[in-house]
């Protein structure tokens, strides 16, 4: 599984870096757990450790995808909200 993480400002727009690029996203790591159960722990465990750096009110918003050797691309088959704390299955 592969997780992209997203953060979003209060208004809900991305930050900025010092050259005034858009930052889409801030860290990615992959994963070999393929339980449903142990991904919403990992999103719910990452979602608070950027809380945890980021400014207050910041959005985090966590994307789980795998690759398919089929159509040779990555699908998203989870997506973690950290704001409502919601966990969706695609």
Same mark, same amino acid.
């Given at each position: 599984?592969?997780?992209?993480?997203?953060?979003?400002?209060?208004?809900?727009?991305?930050?900025?870096? +010092?050259?005034?690029?858009?930052?889409?996203?801030?860290?990615?790591? &992959?994963? +070999?757990?393929?339980? &449903?159960?142990?991904?919403?722990? %990992?999103?719910?465990?990452?979602?608070?450790?950027?809380?945890?750096?980021?400014? &207050?009110? $910041?959005? %985090?918003?966590?994307?789980? $995808?795998?690759?398919? &050797?089929? +159509?040779? $691309?990555? $699908?998203?088959?989870?997506?973690?909200?950290?704001?409502?704390?919601?966990? %969706?299955?695609?």
């Amino acid at each position: 599984m592969k997780y992209n993480i997203t953060v979003r400002d209060k208004d809900g727009k991305l930050y900025t870096n +010092s050259n005034g690029n858009k930052v889409t996203n801030y860290f990615g790591f &992959e994963d +070999s757990t393929e339980d &449903e159960n142990l991904v919403h722990l %990992i999103c719910i465990h990452t979602a608070d450790s950027y809380k945890a750096i980021c400014k &207050e009110g $910041s959005k %985090i918003d966590i994307k789980v $995808s795998y690759f398919s &050797e089929i +159509s040779n $691309s990555y $699908s998203v088959l989870y997506s973690f909200y950290g704001v409502e704390n919601k966990f %969706i299955k695609h």
